[in-house]
């Protein structure tokens, strides 16, 4: 053995008993970790995943026989991202989730620093109540339920009524930012009138002179099925995107800005026949399929969606979507974190 080589081999043993000897300090060597700590581009543990509606809803069903509204506070099933064992979580992000509530049930006063928002697919009559407001739900419309505002849910229907929640609790989580208070009763007061949002800020182009909220929220809390599906088909060539077809964001009225701080929620239609372009960004979504027969491919895999299905579309990752059905539109709602990219100038958006 030549001499320089036995210096290599003495070398190297002292470096390895080094490194041995770091963890009782609690520190690290960053040159062994710097490539995959700081990569090119994200490296997202999220996986592209779809929920089928025909499989949940039997489950969902299952669960309102099983467990009341009252036991379960809320009666949801998580969508849990298979990249993201251990946690509650549909991206690293976002939350979604379906909740079910039942005839003449009851799902108590809480609040919490996640916003909330809901998109209802299914049943009539049900309501929910948010700081001293009642809102009514029907199918499709959008309802808010911002950070820390008090909120109850529920059902004067005679069937089940279902719907899609999605909250930033990873991104809260994450942040140490979670906190959470019972209400001292069931049911909060109603203090305010029915649907009072929608008559102070629900027609479009026209804001109250007098009163004008400047929360970090949309004031606007309920944004209605009716109107949002008549904006986005009545959306004209020169507004639709090669990348997602007749798109429209659910705007807070006063700024213009997102409905809630933290996520941004859209409506799009996909025009019969129609195949978008592909393209990326950096923010994370989940969608639900609200009308039609589509497929959407993420990251070369294809995901074919029916109205209740939901999908996850992990950040940075090359998209498209297709309408199937060469006569029908097809629409899908969603939200991202594309707010909180955007707010701390890290949103990044690429055309393949
Ligand atoms: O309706 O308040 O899906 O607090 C998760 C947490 C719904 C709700 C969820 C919640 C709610």
């Known amino acids: 053995m030549s001499h320089a080589t036995q210096h ?5 043993q002292a470096v390895e008993d080094y490194l041995a000897g770091l963890p009782q300090f609690h520190v690290g060597p960053l040159w062994k970790f710097l ?3 700081l990569t090119p581009e994200p490296q997202s543990q999220v996986r592209p995943h779809l929920w089928r509606w025909q499989e949940l809803r039997p489950q969902l069903l299952r669960s ?15 969508l849990l991202n298979p990249g993201l064992e251990g946690r509650i979580a549909t991206t690293h992000t976002l939350y979604g989730g379906l909740q079910l509530i039942l005839p003449g049930e009851v799902a108590r006063t809480h609040r919490h620093t996640p916003n909330a928002l809901r998109f209802i ?59 959470f208070d019972p209400y001292a009763e069931e049911a909060q007061p109603l203090t305010k009138p029915l649907d009072g949002s929608v008559a102070d800020y629900g027609k479009s182009g026209f804001l109250p002179t007098w009163q004008r909220a400047t929360s970090a929220h949309s004031p606007l809390l309920k944004y209605a099925w009716k109107d949002a599906r008549e904006a986005v088909m ?14 429209l964001e659910y705007v807070n009225p006063v700024t213009g800005g997102p409905s809630l701080p933290t996520m941004a929620s859209f409506l799009q239609r996909l025009q ?22 589509g497929r959407t491919t993420i990251a070369a895999k294809t995901y074919e969606w029916s109205p209740g299905d939901v999908f996850a579309l ?18 899908l709602f969603s939200f991202t974190d594309a707010p909180v990219m955007k707010f701390l100038h890290l949103y990044r958006e690429q055309a393949m």
């Open 8 to 12: 290599t081999k003495v070398q190297a």
């Open 35 to 37: 490539s995959q700590a």
């Open 64 to 78: 309102g026989e099983l467990v009341s509204a009252a036991e379960a506070e809320r009666r949801v099933l998580m």
């Open 121 to 179: 697919m299914e049943g009539e009559g049900a309501y929910t109540v948010v700081d001293g407001e009642k809102i009514t739900m029907s199918p499709g419309d959008f309802v808010l339920t911002p950070n820390w505002t008090w909120h109850d849910h529920g059902s004067e229907s005679t069937g089940p009524v279902v719907w899609l929640d999605g909250l930033d609790i990873p991104l809260i989580q994450m942040l140490e930012g979670i906190f």
């Open 234 to 247: 009545s959306l004209g060539p020169d507004a639709f995107s090669p990348f997602d077809g007749a798109m």
């Open 272 to 293: 019969p026949g129609q195949q978008t372009q592909a393209h990326r960004h950096s923010s994370s979504a989940v969608y639900l399929a609200v009308e039609g027969h």
């Open 314 to 331: 992990p950040t940075w990752a090359w998209h498209t979507h297709e309408n199937l059905s060469a006569s029908q539109d097809a629409m």
